[in-house]
Structure formats: structure tokens, C-alpha cells
């Protein structure tokens, strides 16, 4: 993937938000940051975002459902669900809707680049 691909990140925790958008931007990549599915989906959408990266438990629409709402708009960028609520109901959900990564929190930096670069093309 190339290094400045832009990564939109959606997560509600200010703290984390902000700590993954810290590793984002040192490893080169440019971020625009979320702090609802709401906020995202209410932006213009940005077609050379190359990968979505959101937490599951959001207010209001969790990430699946903005994962759901995403393909019903026919964006079809690459989405990394990352959660602090696991279980084999959730992992199974996510794959059926077509996650590219499923990280539980919480997850080492190098985890994240990992499925990033798994994910993008």
C-alpha cells in the first residue's frame, strides 16, 4: 500500500482516536478522523480514502451498521472493525459482512499496520 493513502478512522474514545491516528501519521499515511458512523457518513465521501478504520461499540450507529450503510452507498473501500467487545457472534457477523480485519482492543500498533497492508490493495 502506498504510504500516503488515506485512512479514515472512526472511534469515539478521543484518547484513542487520536493515539491511532498518532501511528497512522507516522507511518506516513494522512487520516481524517471520525468521532460517530453519524459524523462519517455525513461528510462528503471521499473516494481515495484506501482504507476505514472503526470501532464497533460507537454512539448511536455501531460499526457494522456503518460498514452496511457504506456498501448500500456503494463504497467499497476496505474496512478494519476494531472492538473491545469480543465474541464469536460479533467476529462471525463482521466476516459476513465482509471485514477485511477484525482487531480486539487492545491491539499492538504493529497489528494494525499489518491488517492495513492486508487489506489495501
Do not use: W
Request: aromatic share 4%.
Amino acid at each position: 500500500m502506498d504510504a500516503s493513502a488515506l485512512v479514515l478512522v472512526v472511534e469515539d474514545d478521543d484518547s484513542m482516536r487520536q493515539a491511532v491516528q498518532r501511528l497512522l501519521n507516522a507511518a506516513g499515511h494522512p487520516t481524517l478522523a471520525y468521532a460517530s458512523a453519524e459524523a462519517l457518513l455525513g461528510a462528503p465521501v471521499d473516494t481515495e480514502a484506501a482504507c476505514i478504520v472503526s470501532d464497533f461499540r460507537l454512539p448511536g450507529l455501531s460499526g457494522l451498521d456503518l460498514l452496511t450503510e457504506l456498501r448500500k452507498r456503494g463504497q467499497r473501500t476496505p474496512f478494519i472493525m476494531v472492538t473491545a467487545h469480543d465474541s464469536v457472534a460479533l467476529r462471525e457477523d463482521a466476516k459476513r459482512r465482509g471485514v477485511a480485519a477484525y482487531l480486539t482492543k487492545p491491539f499492538n500498533g504493529s497489528d494494525l499496520m499489518a491488517a492495513i497492508e492486508a487489506a489495501v490493495p
